[in-house]
């Protein structure tokens, strides 16, 4: 599976943005769908995931309420809807897939590339 994140930029605290996945290759729909983030000086961070059927979410507790996963298995697209941005989001986000419904980025086989998203005070 290949995955290409965009959507990142800059915004405003309170702002809102939306991050998109292209999966391609085998068919997306096999594989559950992650967000995660890293901060400059920090680990990568779990975010967001979502079963290959879109049936089960869940989110870190540092954006839930904030953020919404949600996918599109039709086009193999995973979504990231982020709301009520805070300077503390700013990271690169990379979306990811794996076999397994996990909140671990060791469980995910693929990785994007990463987009920037950065939120000024």
């Known amino acids: 599976v290949q995955l290409q994140a965009s959507g990142g930029g800059l915004v405003q605290a309170g702002g809102s943005l939306r991050l998109s996945c292209a999966a391609s290759?085998?068919?997306?729909?096999?594989?559950?769908g992650g967000w995660f983030r890293q901060a400059p000086g920090k680990e990568r961070e779990f975010v967001a995931t979502?079963?290959?059927?879109?049936?089960?979410?869940y989110y870190a507790d540092s954006v839930k309420g904030r953020f919404t996963i949600s996918r599109d298995n039709a086009k193999s697209t995973v979504a990231l809807q982020m709301n009520s941005l805070k300077p503390e989001d700013t990271a690169v986000y990379y979306c990811?897939?794996?076999?397994?419904?996990?909140?671990?980025?060791?469980?995910?086989?693929?990785w994007g590339q990463g987009t920037l998203v950065t939120v000024s005070s």
């Open positions: 290759g085998r068919a997306f729909s096999n594989y559950n």
């Open positions: 990811a897939a794996s076999s397994r419904y996990s909140i671990a980025a060791a469980a995910y086989q693929y």
């Open positions: 979502i079963t290959m059927r879109g049936g089960i979410t």
